[in-house]
């Protein structure tokens, strides 16, 4: 397509009309969807050969509704592990393989651009939509990001890397002004971005609600023009978030591309009409029109690849049963063992006694625009008993019933408080009786638009809660019985002060449709878990080191300032020595693998680690190993150590070995300070481990000062 030609051609309101989105698709009077379901669309110009561009949102699966007016079709998406759990895997290709198959369903139910990946930082263990974001370390999200977008856009659509920039909290997220540190932004929160850019060329990014540091990201011009473009080369198109920002004009002239989704006023009455607004500044001369022809073309030349451009001939009938097996499997590694004392695996033969109520009502995800409608969600009990596994009849009819009249009175499943402590001693003492284990089921719940609280019933056990496991733990101790705990949980919990009073805990977050499924394999040992932390579970909450979140005034912030700086998550935990319950990288096998000859080589640009694991236990399983390193400290201040590289190894036989290889560029291992990215000269020193605290073997290299431009 001639690009130039076209927009030569163009009219002023034909140019505006591509630069703001149709407005909601469910409101009277504005276009009705192409695809039902889908969060916006860009406007057509026949006349021209432009079709309309239809945008759906993600991140665990694509998001559309299932039913359409006189239409007996079915319109399901596969529901996947949310990513926090997608980034406990460290598995990049199986990443990828989950975007691929988004992909395929993204391309096949008509939409051209997936809102996702979301990739903000685990600021706080209480932010809202952690569970739509990866990890509170850079380079994981990033990486994990790039694997992400490679598979979505290998079927030719588009993905968003979104929010951008330094959305870490919902509390007042469409005002809130975030001040952060250059330092920070760009060695935490850019970081990630500027990885997922680089790597994979994701074809959108989506400008954030927040502002920052007293602009609104969708207005910041340094931020979408210098760092996003000039600085990375990124070369498609940015959208707002929806209804953000305060002004379009600032809005077109920033660099924030497309307006999205158009028509705010319909919603938020304070807000301009974006297209009149626009239209009215490029007639006065206010917008240049170079700018609009600007971010036209921008748009444009990624549109030419969209298949609604294309005409592609969507099928309506993605591999929904290929796709399950595939979220089946990101699951299966996303799992992550926290405790293990001989207590897991179990066998089919093994009677398992159920306590908790998500046990049978478990939870899938989050909700907000993260949501999925899915054909299926197996819960815990329906995995287990799919598999033959026993689990007590009796019990499990208790909470069914208690699920169903819940249901029947229409509670809020999300808002409920749950009776967990419903049993009375005696009924305990007979269940620990007639059963070989307890399993006590521990869900949590959060979305978009709400934080988290550091309260009981959310980041600590509710009074129930704590009951019901002394009581079982007890009890079934006193009959030589051992307790699981499973935490289908949606980011960090309070765990340290129950931690010794149970055998087992697993980590199963937010597993998808197949979340029962996955949890029976690893629980019946098919599979080891290998899933490693992506963000530390602290202690107690006061050893959170964002204690300025949500901001100031901490009931209705207007800003929030990032104090603690470059010290997020165990770079703040390690350097100051506070001990978390869980640490960052962490998690266990059934089986056990030993470390053993490492070395290291520089070529002058990249550093080589290798380092041969070895699975010395009994079952097979996968191992990730992950390098650290502590760098000296001349001029700059810094963490204790980071993550600079991690690779998982294939699935290792008892006895089997594999040597790893870890690449590193030398740039990598830059701080910034003094408006660059420096490599401070001196001896660095490269941990090779199984966490972020249990260093395995270190290897040393003497470095030269090194400059790099932003
Ligand atoms: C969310 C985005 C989402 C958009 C469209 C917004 O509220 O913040 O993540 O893509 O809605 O649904």
């Avoid at 790597?199 to 207005?219: E, F």
């Avoid at 937010?510 to 878990?529: C, F, N, R």
């Avoid at 990288?585 to 693998?593: K, P, Q, R």
């Avoid at 294939?650 to 910034?672: N, Q, T, Y």
Wanted: glycine letters at 8%; hydrophobic letters at 35%.
């Amino acid at each position: 397509m001639d690009i130039d030609r076209i927009v030569s051609e163009m009219t002023l309101e034909e140019k505006v009309s591509i630069i703001v989105g149709v407005g909601m698709l469910f409101i009277e009077g504005n276009p009705k969807p192409k695809v039902k379901g889908a969060a916006g669309e860009t406007a057509e110009i026949p006349r021209l050969g432009i079709p309309r561009t239809v945008y759906a949102d993600g991140p665990a699966g694509l998001r559309i509704d299932t039913t359409r007016e006189n239409d007996e079709s079915a319109y399901y998406a596969t529901s996947f592990p949310i990513e926090s759990m997608l980034s406990s895997t460290w598995n990049r290709e199986l990443v990828e393989e989950v975007g691929k198959a988004m992909g395929e369903e993204v391309k096949e139910y008509g939409v051209d651009v997936f809102l996702a990946p979301a990739m903000n930082i685990h600021r706080n263990p209480l932010g809202g939509r952690n569970f739509e974001y990866f990890s509170e370390d850079p380079l994981l999200t990033g990486e994990m990001a790039s694997a992400y977008v490679k598979g979505v856009q290998s079927n030719d659509v588009g993905a968003c890397v979104k929010h951008f920039i330094a959305n870490e909290q919902e509390t007042n997220r469409m005002t809130v002004d975030t001040i952060v540190s250059e330092r920070a932004l760009r060695e935490i929160y850019l970081k990630g971005f500027e990885i997922a850019i680089k790597k994979a060329k994701p074809w959108t990014v989506m400008s954030s609600y927040n502002k920052l540091n007293g602009t609104h990201t969708s207005q910041n011009k340094w931020l979408l023009e210098k760092v996003l473009r000039e600085e990375w080369e990124f070369d498609g198109f940015v959208m707002s978030d929806w209804f953000a920002g305060d002004n379009p004009v600032e809005q077109v002239l920033a660099g924030n591309d497309l307006i999205m989704p158009g028509k705010s006023w319909q919603f938020i009455k304070e807000k301009p009409d974006e297209y009149e607004t626009v239209l009215k500044a490029a007639k006065e001369g206010k917008i240049p029109i170079e700018v609009i022809d600007r971010n036209v073309k921008r748009i444009l030349k990624v549109m030419q690849k969209m298949p609604s451009f294309k005409g592609y001939q969507y099928s309506n009938n993605p591999d929904l049963e290929a796709h399950s097996k595939i979220a089946k499997r990101a699951g299966l590694e996303g799992v992550v063992l926290l405790k293990n004392v001989q207590a897991l695996p179990v066998t089919k033969e093994t009677k398992i006694a159920p306590f908790g109520y998500t046990f049978v009502r478990t939870f899938r995800g989050g909700w907000g625009s993260g949501e999925t409608y899915p054909r299926y969600t197996i819960s815990f009990a329906e995995g287990l008993l799919e598999k033959g596994a026993k689990v007590d009849e009796k019990l499990l009819g208790i909470y069914k019933e208690h699920y169903e009249k819940r249901k029947a009175e229409n509670v809020n499943e999300i808002e409920v408080k749950f009776f967990e402590d419903i049993f009375t001693v005696e009924e305990i003492e007979n269940y620990a009786k007639t059963n070989d284990i307890a399993f006590i089921t521990i869900g949590r719940m959060s979305g978009e638009g709400r934080d988290r609280k550091a309260e009981k019933g959310d980041f600590y056990l509710s009074d129930d809660e704590t009951a019901l496991l002394e009581k079982v733990s007890r009890i079934f101790h006193k009959y030589g019985k051992k307790i699981v705990v499973l935490l289908n949980i949606i980011g960090p919990i309070e765990i340290e002060s129950w931690k010794e009073k149970v055998d087992a805990i697993v980590l199963t977050w937010h597993g998808g449709q197949e979340t029962g499924k996955i949890l029976a394999d690893i629980l019946l040992g098919e599979v080891s878990p290998s899933g490693k932390l992506p963000t530390t579970f602290p202690k107690d909450y006061k050893d959170v080191p964002s204690w300025t979140f949500p901001g100031e005034p901490a009931d209705n912030p207007a800003s929030v300032t990032y104090e603690e700086d470059i010290f997020v998550g165990y770079r703040y935990y390690d350097t100051f020595g506070v001990e978390p319950a869980f640490e960052f990288g962490y998690g266990l096998s059934y089986t056990e693998f030993e470390y053993s000859n490492p070395s290291i080589s520089f070529d002058g640009e990249k550093v080589a680690v290798e380092v041969t694991v070895r699975n010395v236990g009994k079952f097979k399983g996968k191992e990730v190993v992950q390098v650290y390193v502590k760098a000296p400290k001349v001029q700059i201040v810094k963490p204790l150590q980071e993550l600079k590289g991690f690779e998982k190894t294939k699935e290792l036989l008892p006895g089997e070995s594999e040597r790893v290889k870890i690449e590193i560029p030398v740039k990598a291992l830059a701080s910034f300070g003094f408006g660059k990215w420096i490599v401070e000269p001196g001896k660095y020193e490269f941990r090779i481990s199984a966490s972020s605290r249990d260093h395995r073997a270190k290897a040393y290299l003497d470095l030269e000062r090194m400059e790099f431009d932003v």
